[in-house]
C-alpha cells in the first residue's frame, strides 16, 4: 500500500459514532506505528483533510471535505437521487434501505432510509463503512468488479464481524458466479448477527459497479412473502436508480424478471 493509500485509509476510520479520534487510537486502528499515522495525519492536515481540536488534540475530518463536497454535489446530486429512491424502497417494503459507494477498498454509505412499519429495525448509524466481504453489499460490488480488484481485495486480511462472517477467500469467490447470474447478493449475519440483507450492484456510464443498494431487515421478520417482496421492488429501485444517474449495467447483466404475480402483470 503506497503512501496514499495509508493517508487516505485513516480516514475511513472517522463515523458519526467516532467523529474525533486521537493519535494513539488511530495508530490501533489502523494497525500502523504511531510516527508513521502522525507523518501522515501531518500530511493531511496541511491539505485541510483532518484538523485538530480540543485539548486532547484529537483528530476530526477538516474543512475540505466540505468543498469537494459541495462541489461533487452541484455537478452531480447522487445523495438526493438514492434518498429519493430509498425512501419509496423502505417504504414498500416496510424494511431499512441503504446505498453506499465504493472507495478504496470499502464501502462508504452514502444515504438510508427507515419505515415506521415496525417498531424494531436494522440501524445503519454506525455502520458508515462497509467490507466487501462481509455484506450483501459488498458481495454485490465484488460479483461486479474486476478480476485484479477482486483478487486485491481477498488478499488483504478479512475481519470476522460475526461467527457467520466469510473470511475463507475461496468461499467467498465460489458465490460471486451465482450472484453476477442473478443479479443480486446474499448476506446472512456477516456484518451483524441477527440481519438479513440483499443488494443489487449500481453502475455508472461505463458499466462500472460504483456500490450497491440494499434492504436489510432482521431475521425473525424473514418471510417467503417478504423476500419475494423485497428482491423484486429492490431490483425495480436499482435499476431505476443507475438509469437516473446515468449508468449502464454492463452486457450480460441478467434481465430482471419479477417473482410477485402483481408486478408481473402490472
Not at 493531511?44 to 481540536?53: D, N, W
Not at 424494511?95 to 417498531?119: C, F, I, K, P, W
Not at 450483501?136 to 486480511?157: D, H, I, K, Q, W
Amino acid at each position: 500500500m503506497g503512501t496514499t493509500s495509508k493517508a487516505l485509509s485513516l480516514l475511513n476510520h472517522f463515523s458519526r459514532a467516532t467523529p474525533q479520534i486521537g493519535l494513539s487510537e488511530l495508530a490501533r486502528l489502523s494497525g500502523l506505528n504511531k510516527a508513521t499515522v502522525h507523518r501522515l495525519l501531518a500530511e493531511l492536515t496541511s491539505h485541510g483533510f483532518v484538523e485538530q481540536v480540543g485539548a486532547g488534540r484529537e483528530y476530526r475530518l477538516g474543512p475540505a471535505f466540505l468543498r469537494l463536497a459541495a462541489l461533487r454535489e452541484k455537478q452531480v446530486p447522487m445523495r438526493e437521487v438514492a434518498l429519493q429512491q430509498l425512501t419509496e424502497l423502505s417504504t414498500k417494503t416496510g424494511e431499512t434501505a441503504h446505498m453506499s459507494l465504493l472507495n478504496g477498498d470499502v464501502l462508504s454509505n452514502l444515504a438510508y432510509a427507515y419505515s415506521n412499519r415496525h417498531g424494531t429495525m436494522v440501524m445503519m448509524e454506525d455502520a458508515e463503512v462497509l467490507e466487501l466481504h462481509s455484506t450483501g453489499s459488498g458481495l454485490a460490488v465484488l460479483a461486479f468488479s474486476p478480476t485484479r480488484f477482486v483478487n486485491e481485495t481477498l488478499s488483504r486480511p478479512l475481519i470476522a464481524r460475526t461467527s457467520k462472517t466469510l473470511t475463507d477467500p475461496a468461499e467467498i469467490r465460489a458465490l460471486l458466479p451465482a450472484i453476477r447470474k442473478r443479479g443480486m447478493a446474499t448476506s446472512t449475519g456477516g456484518f451483524e448477527e441477527d440481519v438479513i440483507s440483499y443488494a443489487v450492484p449500481i453502475f455508472d456510464a461505463r458499466s462500472a459497479c460504483i456500490g450497491a443498494m440494499a434492504v436489510a431487515a432482521p431475521v425473525s421478520r424473514m418471510t417467503d412473502e417478504l423476500r419475494q417482496d423485497i428482491c423484486d421492488k429492490l431490483m425495480i429501485h436499482a435499476r431505476q436508480t443507475t438509469r437516473i444517474l446515468g449508468g449502464f449495467p454492463p452486457d450480460g447483466f441478467p434481465p430482471y424478471e419479477p417473482q410477485n404475480s402483481l408486478l408481473r402483470e402490472a
